[in-house]
Nanobody, 124 residues
Framework: QVQLVESGGGLVQAGGSLRLSCAASGRTFSSYFMGWFRQAPGKEREFVVAISRSGGNTYYADSVKGRFTISRDNVKNTVYLQMNSLKPEDTAVYYC?????????????????WGQGTQVTVSS
């Protein structure tokens, strides 16, 4: 069992930055692929970015490439999402995800555990 708790969301102007954190419980954090998804009002949950167990490989959705950076600290059991050059269309609830079904975890149905979500709002 893995419990995920996100933090760091908030309100920011377009062009600004935010850093999300996801703290995981349990001793098996380093055995999971980790990722971030987001869900805007009235839309389906969509993939944002994934990171491999060691952190050596990453996989980004085209919409965030060059603006977002994922990283993880397997000692602190935490995964981070640095979001720069934010746009109004980035507004959504952001969810931390953990999975072990295969690389990358870029689909909802391969995620084993979800966080509760954190709201990110980008004003124009």
């Amino acid at each position: 069992q893995v419990q995920l708790v996100e933090s760091g969301g908030g309100l920011v102007q377009a062009g600004g930055s935010l850093r999300l954190s996801c703290a995981a419980s349990g001793r098996t954090f380093s055995s999971y692929f980790m990722g971030w998804f987001r869900q805007a009002p009235g839309k389906e949950r969509e993939f944002v970015v994934a990171i491999s167990r060691s952190g050596g490989n990453t996989y980004y959705a085209d919409s965030v490439k060059g603006r977002f950076t994922i990283s993880r600290d397997n000692v602190k059991n935490t995964v981070y999402l640095q979001m720069n050059s934010l746009k109004p269309e980035d507004t959504a609830v952001y969810y931390c995800a953990a999975g072990n079904s295969g690389w990358p975890i870029n689909r909802v149905n391969v995620v084993d555990y979800w966080g509760q979500g954190t709201q990110v709002t980008v004003s124009s």
